[in-house]
């Protein structure tokens, strides 16, 4: 396990996030690390966005699924990597 999934980890269950929640935001963050074939921390936002576009018109997932990974990758970035927007 990366010390970064554990953060991840960490940080939901200071949170009490649900299981539920663990394994679907882990999973959204682990599809977007598998697709650029990096780790997230090392991801621009142009490649985020790009993302995004991918899951809408290559994988064509609905609008509720887009939002879990935006909840997921939000979360990532904003409360464990301290990002700002």
Known sequence: ???LRQ?????????GFSPRTHQSYLAA???LATYFHKPPDQLQQAQIQDYFVYLV???HLSAASC???LNGI????????????
């Open 29 to 31: 963050v682990r599809a």
């Open 1 to 3: 396990m990366t010390s």
């Open 57 to 59: 018109k290559e994988r």
């Open 7 to 15: 953060q991840m980890i960490d940080a939901m269950q200071q949170r």
């Open 67 to 69: 939002r879990l990974y």
């Open 74 to 85: 939000r979360f990532l970035y904003l409360q464990v990597l301290e990002f700002r927007v």
